[in-house]
């Protein structure tokens, strides 16, 4: 259970700024998830989380340190690791039931093995209705949903998901992040997972990471202590999370105050 | 209307640009009795199986291999010199080396129509390639597209509106160059009639000639139009 | 003796006599053998199809034939069907009557054809300032443009497109056939493939009887054979009447074949002849016709009895290219000498 | 080398396709001489002079033109059978009308080259903006952009890799009809001299012309090229 | 102060749905957003909230009823409905600081007049030094931040908001709220916004509308009572608050229940 499956060890990315310079945007940053793990990533906006999802993902190559998978270094991108992207990133020439279905088509599994499934996952996120839709008849959440469909059905065992439920109202956001922990649990996936909602991290995540602003470090990793199956409603109530929620809020603030340039609050 | 109006009224000389009163009495005769033997419609369909053809295959083998050559530097870089070389050149200038390698049959008429599609596709295709969304590449390859797979179900149907425009535009200069080819030892086939006929001052026959070559290559642009509704209708959508 | 599996002639598809051999497939008939048409459009295509081999005969302007015999081409002349007699005319506007009055204007003809050689000569013969005429390659219908523009004063070409210039206020000013006078004369010629004339000989032999069957024919019948030709190129009658009546016909005697005698004028004597002919670009076909042609030169005969025009028309086509010192014994024959 | 093998070799009739150890010799003898009393280089000013000066026209009306008709339904309606028809006719064809019209001067020579490209650039744009990104449109519009600011700001700029493309294989097109244009009454450039040269089956000047017109027309390819990663450097990028 | 900016009068609105019907996504919508008003718009994802949007921006027609501004029918988009999309939407081919001063320069505003409010934005919401940078040089949030100054800079009198602050982190968030309510009270800018946050909502909206599950209807409309300036910290403690987003979330979660298909939580 404590095997690592993804390790970053003193990884630091830069970019190619306008003119001369290069911007560091990630510095000397080393974090494990463990296999089976669900981790969150919050930091402020613009601080290099996607980045981090990108080099897990093979997207991207680290100028300095390793990236591993398995202990293996990374060195592009595989259908091991599912991904969810900050933008939907469907299709556009596929209606919704063939941007679900695109990762098993592509593996070449039989038809039978997951034309079941994916009709559930349609049902689950609320889609049934627009299989045939295209991804440019859909509102920006049923986008997400689809997105998140199309990553659940290949069943993953590494989920990478960048603000997966963003543009998805109180309730839906609910269901989806049931449905979440529901595939995590029965699948023993890993997943890291980024997110600008602490109570979110809260309800889903084994630890939550949070970064500091550009060039984003790891500034802490806590451990969330509530048992599962967790309620919404009932966590709300606990005094460990009132206090864990303070002082991520606090850590995040201060953060994000740092790169928006205001005083700290 | 413009037309007749400049053929009545003496602007053009009838014997240049014949109003369309006397071109329709040529498309009576020749309906007829045909040109040089050989009925109309036989002039016009040798020469739209001749371009269909050549167009097939140039579209088959130059789309693929244009968005090869896109994707990967390597093979884009052996190959580019030879294609944009050969693209500019006069297709007329060509035709007696095209009768050394090809004959004078219908090989070497293919061969100068499909060329003349086939460069400028693979130039399009090519170039349409860095217009393929990166975000989209990535999602099918975190769901394990192969390479293979990328190119038929991503790189292909997004550059898909674009390599229709260039298609079409390929499709209009291996038409235009039907003439070069019907120039090899034809005696048929709409470019051969006009330029026969030009050097009898049958200029009726060959504003005849050149009305139905535009309204083929017309109808040609108007079947890929239709196509692309029918095969790319999210162009241009955001998704 | 073995025949081909078909006999590829190439043809302009002007009206000349030897289609109504293609109507009535005459040729066929006497090969034994079928003969296929191939048009082609310019003389540089011809030459182009003789160098890929794809064609065994053809019928086409002594100045490409010049040019492919210069540039070492294998194909040699095996005879003369028709001379330029009034088929090709020097048209100007009104006002202009002669070759001297065309300094300082502009003149147009088709490039690299019969007319614009015969267009160059007659300004030489004129003794025309060359340099002060303005001239322009146009195809015959641009021609027909340019002149109804107005931008152009004169233009050498054939019919239908001089009957054109004419309808529109233009004036003959000369013909081919003046030059005739000066011992010059511009003409077609039949052409065959080296390769074809040595494995087949006996069918140049049977072609070019055929060839003068069908110039009998035409003079037995004029008005029939245009008919059936005006037809059969979908030409108007009237085209084909004055092309055909424009053309003068050798007698048969002037239709000969005589091998050696040509290889040596063609490899030898004929690259020899150039480089002897002073003042002109040596590497340039089309300066070097432009100075064929020396009224008074002597030259030997290929054939003694070739009427004397015949012998004209030949000495010019190789005149073209070489001077030719001295000729061995006549080694060939003639038709109808069997 | 493969050319140079095939012709020692005796694969291909030298006559047809002489040895690049010819061409060489060819060239030195052009250079110093000239083709027909014309230097090398002045055959190649005239005919890219022609070229380049038809190019800008072309490109600066055809884009906005296309663009235009892309964009306002009606006026593409308009327009649009007028380009379709034309543009697949073989410009050769056209020449005694161009002449009838423009004359036999350099008006005729620039008429032919401009029109091949003109009429793809025109189709290659307006098909390019459909490809335009509706939402980025409105934006525009709800900060103010006016009909024609939008068409500047917006939609040429996000047209833009396409219409390089289509730019791209415009004058690829017009580069070819180079050799129709100067088949009119000229006297130097680098089409008239390959006309000219097979006329005489002077091969080796065809060649050398040939290889010319390949390496001219490359190299304004590579031009746009660089263009194009200059002022359109967001090719591809997702915002 | 009354006097309504925005009307639309029994709007519907249909899609053409894949094969041959039509989804009915607007139902008989009635409402009214005053002049200086700043009213939230909440609902289950894909009830029709940014078809709304789209036809008070002039992007769509409706197909039945009316929609008007300042009483004359809206026929397409102006300068004076400014709109931040639920997509950043922002122009690749320009540096960030031309596309925030995209509007004035269209507008043919002064540059002198506009330059200064430009940097100062910039600075706000936290891209000085991402000026120059292009729109794929950034980080999701960060071009969200982009599309905001962008459709502030004009000082439009009316602004359309779908989801603007989705992306961002809690912090940064609040920031851009704090911004944006300090905007609308020194302009009196008449708001409609997105949100799926009903804290957001109860942070910023004079009066909040719920809509009901597809085909969208408005099924509440809730004044906000408390007074301005707001604290977020403060205004959690208040205890018609708890009870405003009780009922508030009440209502979407039972939409979004019936959009998703489950049974009513
Ligand atoms: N292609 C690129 N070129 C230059 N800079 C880049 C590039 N991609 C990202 N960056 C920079 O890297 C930094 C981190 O970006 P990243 O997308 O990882 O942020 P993030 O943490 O995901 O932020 P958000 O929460 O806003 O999505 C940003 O400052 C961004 O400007
Ligand atoms: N072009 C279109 N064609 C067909 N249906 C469409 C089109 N655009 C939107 N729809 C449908 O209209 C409905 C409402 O879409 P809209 O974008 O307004 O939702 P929304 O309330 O903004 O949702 P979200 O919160 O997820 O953004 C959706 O069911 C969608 O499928
Ligand atoms: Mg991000
Ligand atoms: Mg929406």
Not at chain 1, 178 to 203: G, K, M, P, S, Y
Not at chain 2, 52 to 60: D, E, K, P, Q, Y
Not at chain 3, 91 to 102: H, S, V, Y
Request: proline fraction near 6%.
């Amino acid at each position: 259970m404590s095997h690592p499956r993804i390790t970053l060890e003193h990884v630091s990315k830069q970019f190619a700024a306008p003119g001369a310079g290069r911007t560091a945007v990630l510095d000397n940053v080393s974090l494990t998830v463990n296999e089976g793990e669900f981790v969150c990533l919050l930091g402020p906006s613009g601080c290099g989380k996607s980045t981090i999802l990108n080099l897990v993902a093979g997207f991207e190559q680290p100028d300095h340190g390793r990236v591993l998978l398995d202990h293996r270094p990374i060195s592009e991108p595989g259908p091991e690791r599912g991904m969810v992207f900050q933008q939907p990133m469907l299709f556009p020439w596929l209606t919704v039931r063939d941007n679900v279905t695109f990762g098993p088509r592509m593996t070449g599994a039989d038809k039978a093995s997951y034309q079941a499934d994916a009709e559930r996952y349609l049902q689950l996120v609320g889609l049934q209705d627009f299989a045939e839709h295209y991804p440019w008849q859909l509102s920006g959440g049923m986008r997400q949903r689809a997105a998140l469909a199309r990553a659940w059905l290949p069943k993953p065992q590494t989920l990478l998901m960048d603000e997966p439920f963003g543009a998805l109202d109180a309730q839906t956001r609910l269901a989806m992040q049931e449905l979440l922990t529901d595939i995590w649990q029965r699948t023993r996936t890993t997943i890291l997972f980024v997110t600008h909602d602490v109570d979110e991290a809260l309800f889903l995540a084994d630890r939550v990471l949070v970064m500091s602003a550009r060039p984003g470090q790891i500034r802490e990793s806590l451990t969330v202590p509530f048992a599962r199956p967790r309620n919404p409603e009932e966590l709300l109530t606990d005094s460990a999370y009132g206090q864990l929620k303070r002082d991520i809020l606090h850590a995040v603030r201060e953060e994000a105050a740092k790169s928006l340039g205001l005083q700290p609050a | 209307m413009l037309w007749q109006l400049s053929g009545s009224l003496g602007w053009v000389d009838p014997l240049l640009l014949p109003p369309p009163s006397d071109l329709w009495q040529t498309v009576q005769e020749l309906a007829i009795s045909g040109y040089r033997q050989t009925p109309l419609w036989q002039h016009f369909a040798v020469s739209t199986g001749r371009a269909l053809l050549a167009f097939a295959v140039a579209i088959a083998l130059g789309v693929p291999l244009g968005l090869a050559m896109g994707l990967s530097p390597l093979f884009g870089a052996v190959l580019n010199p030879f294609v944009q070389f050969l693209r500019p050149l006069p297709k007329i200038a060509l035709i007696p080396l095209v009768i050394v390698w090809f004959g004078i049959g219908e090989g070497a008429k293919f061969f100068l129509i499909f060329i003349s599609s086939f460069l400028s596709i693979v130039v399009g295709a090519s170039a349409a390639v860095h217009g393929v969304s990166q975000g989209r590449l990535r999602a099918a390859r975190t769901l394990g597209a192969s390479r293979r797979q990328q190119f038929v179900h991503v790189v292909l149907p997004d550059a898909l509106p674009e390599v229709f425009t260039s298609v079409r535009l390929s499709i209009g200069i291996g038409w235009t160059s039907l003439i070069a080819a019907e120039m090899v030892a034809a005696n048929s086939g709409l470019g051969w009639m006009v330029i026969n006929a030009g050097s009898y001052l049958r200029t009726d026959v060959v504003l005849l000639g050149i009305v139905l070559l535009g309204l083929t290559g017309y109808a040609f642009d108007w079947l890929l139009q239709l196509l692309q509704r029918r095969f790319a209708p999210w162009t241009g959508r955001d998704a | 003796e073995d025949v081909p599996a078909e006999v590829r002639f190439a043809y302009a598809g002007g009206p000349r006599t030897w289609i109504l051999g293609k109507i009535d497939k005459s040729f066929d008939k006497a090969f034994g053998t079928p003969v296929k048409w191939i048009p082609f459009g310019s003389g540089s295509d011809v030459l182009t199809l003789f160098a890929a081999k794809e064609i065994d005969i053809a019928r086409f302007g002594s100045s490409p034939a010049a040019a492919g015999i210069a540039r070492k081409l294998p194909i040699e002349v095996i005879g003369t069907p028709e001379i330029i007699a009034t088929s090709e005319r020097l048209i100007a506007r009104n006002g202009l009557t002669t070759f001297k009055g065309l300094e300082g204007k502009t003149v147009a003809y088709p490039p690299n054809s019969t007319a614009q050689y015969a267009f160059e000569v007659g300004t030489k013969l004129a003794k025309a300032d060359r340099s002060k005429i303005n001239v322009l390659t146009l195809k015959p219908a641009e021609i027909v443009a340019a002149w109804k523009r107005g931008d152009i004063d004169a233009a050498y070409v054939w019919g239908p497109f001089t009957q054109q210039l004419e309808a529109d206020g233009g004036k003959e000013i000369f013909a081919t056939r003046e030059l005739q006078k000066h011992g010059v004369l511009i003409f077609n010629n039949f052409v065959v493939r080296k390769e074809f004339a040595a494995k087949y000989p006996e069918l140049v032999t049977k072609f070019l009887r055929v060839a003068q069957d069908k110039v009998d024919q035409y003079k037995k019948d004029r008005e029939g054979s245009a008919q059936q030709i005006a037809q059969h190129l979908n030409i108007p009658l009237e085209t084909v009447r004055s092309t055909l009546s424009g053309l003068q016909y050798p007698s048969d005697a002037c239709l000969y074949r005589h091998r050696q005698r040509q290889e040596r004028l063609a490899h030898r004597d004929l690259v020899q002849g150039h480089r002897q002919l002073p003042g002109r670009d040596r590497r340039d076909p089309q300066a070097r016709s432009a100075g064929i042609l020396r009224p008074g030169d002597q030259y030997h005969l290929p054939a003694a009895s070739c009427s004397h025009q015949v012998r004209q028309a030949w000495l010019v086509n190789l005149n073209g290219y070489s001077r030719p010192r001295q000729v061995g014994q006549r080694q060939g024959w003639l038709p109808g000498d069997k």
